[in-house]
């Protein structure tokens, strides 16, 4: 099957090409992030492969349907950037991911933990400038430390069993208790008593129009004075001017950051030569006790494989005329 691949990174090109191996799909791979002006490169293509930040709208799928595609293959877990009821209109398939490495972005949301209370960021700049000074660097034992999990999906429970082992007391809040979790002693409590017991939250529940903005000015106004608050989950969970307001005055103690809710316009390309237009996201990185990182929560061998894996068979179930294992329905 001919499938169109946007977004493409010389990564894609490795793992997804080593996924097709004996199966025969042709694979085109596109630099080009697929939007309005760019949906004309799928005409032909009866299946193209989509990632987190290309656009796909109503306007955008119809124009793909005039095209000639049937299915589009997200290679992530998320599909808030898929009009569904659009897509359901025009008769296209729509599959996804659900599951690469939970691994993965447990661990570099452990990550962050840790470099932020460990001011290991500051650290690593100073020691190279010859500065070996202490000051300014005091973190704190996780031991003991309450940790307060949004959502325990797969990556969620990740988490939770990780940070239980620092010898945290875990909190949750998710209106679907895993039973996992609850065996790993995690207790699962209303949203706003998360926010006051946590001395560290972690966002890792689905972008929907309930969670959209879910830690705005009130949510973190209820939070512990000077606790952290870590979100690898999706960028517009986290109202971004209200998070900067928080950092301004004390309240909020540290921010990791893998995603952001404006990423599209910004991550997975070099513009280190480009002045920075996103006056709220440069107003971040000015934060001593703020650490973003550009997406990179998935980038793992493991992960990587699982998703070319996962997407390249969802092609061949289409193909055979069958409904693919991981289809997103309306």
């Known amino acids: ?32 992030r697929l939007v309005k002006e760019t949906s004309a490169l799928a005409a032909g293509f009866p299946a193209i492969c989509a990632f ?47 599951a690469y490495s939970p691994h993965a972005v447990a661990e570099h949301t452990v990550a962050l933990i840790l470099a932020l209370n460990r001011k290991v960021h500051r650290a690593w700049a100073r020691v190279r400038e010859g500065n070996f000074s ?33 010898g945290c007391r875990m909190l949750a809040f998710d209106p679907y208790p895993n039973p996992d979790c609850v065996a790993l002693g995690v207790s699962y409590v209303p949203f706003t008593d998360l926010l006051t017991r946590s001395d560290i939250v972690s966002l890792h529940c ?7 903005h ?27 001017k209200a998070v900067i307001e928080a950092l301004k005055s004390g309240r909020l103690g540290h921010l990791g950051l893998d995603v952001y809710e404006e990423e599209a316009a910004l991550f997975f390309e070099d513009r280190s030569w480009r002045v920075l237009q996103d006056d709220v996201f440069a107003r971040l990185l000015t934060f001593p006790n703020v650490i973003v990182t550009g997406h990179q929560g998935f980038f793992t061998a493991e992960a990587l494989t699982a998703i070319a894996e996962t997407t390249v068979r969802a092609v061949t179930e289409f193909e055979q005329g069958r409904v693919p294992t991981n289809a997103v329905r309306a």
Request: no cysteine; hydrophobic share 45%; aromatic share 4%.
């Open 134 to 166: 202490l000051d300014g660097l005091l973190g704190f034992d996780l031991v003991g430390r309450t940790v307060g999990v949004v959502g325990t999906g797969k990556i969620g429970a990740a988490v939770a069993r990780i940070m239980a082992g620092f």
């Open 52 to 98: 987190v930040n290309d656009q796909l709208d109503a306007e955008v799928l119809a124009r793909l349907a005039t095209g000639g595609t049937r299915l589009i293959a997200l290679r992530s877990a998320g599909y808030n950037n898929v009009d569904l009821p659009a897509a359901a209109r025009l008769g296209l398939s729509v599959t996804r991911v659900p």
């Open 206 to 212: 689905p972008l929907t129009p309930e969670t959209r």
């Open 214 to 240: 879910l830690m705005d000015a009130t949510a973190l106004e209820r939070m512990k004075p000077g606790a952290m608050l870590i979100n690898t989950g999706r960028g517009a969970l986290v109202d971004t």
């Open 1 to 32: 099957m001919r499938m169109a691949v946007f977004s493409s990174k010389p990564y894609d090109v490795t793992f997804l090409t080593a996924a097709n191996q004996g199966l025969g799909h042709e694979l085109h791979f596109l630099e080009s």
